[in-house]
């Protein structure tokens, strides 16, 4: 099981990017898919959550700037960040929650600059 996250950079504060998150391995079970930061010092937060039916919900933080979603055939999970702050600088992660465990990505930097 392999969950390749990629899409991070260096960008200026009201910019935007596109995570992706390429799922090689998991075909069945899936319970949900999320996206995860952590911030140097910080604690890893959740960002957002998408689940097979199609349900999303976002942490406050997220909300009306970030937006997840899937593309089944290319098996990808993908959040696209727009408006971005000094704040959103992580490391970003996306998980697969399935019936058989956890799955992480190894992350991908984002840093907005001021």
């Known amino acids: 099981v392999q969950l390749q996250a990629s899409g991070g950079g260096l960008v200026q504060a009201g910019g935007s990017l596109r995570l992706s998150c390429e799922n090689s391995?998991?075909?069945?079970?899936?319970?949900?898919m999320r996206w995860y930061r952590q911030a140097p010092g910080k604690e890893r937060e959740w960002v957002a959550i998408?689940?097979?039916?199609?349900?999303?919900s976002y942490a406050d933080s997220a909300k009306g700037r970030f937006s997840i979603s899937r593309d089944r055939a290319k098996k990808t999970l993908y959040l696209q960040m727009n408006s971005l702050e000094p704040e959103d600088t992580a490391v970003y992660y996306c998980n697969y929650e399935t019936v058989y465990g956890s799955y992480w990505g190894q992350g991908t930097q984002v840093t907005v600059s001021s």
């Open positions: 391995g998991i075909k069945t079970g899936i319970k949900a």
């Open positions: 998408i689940i097979p039916n199609g349900s999303i």
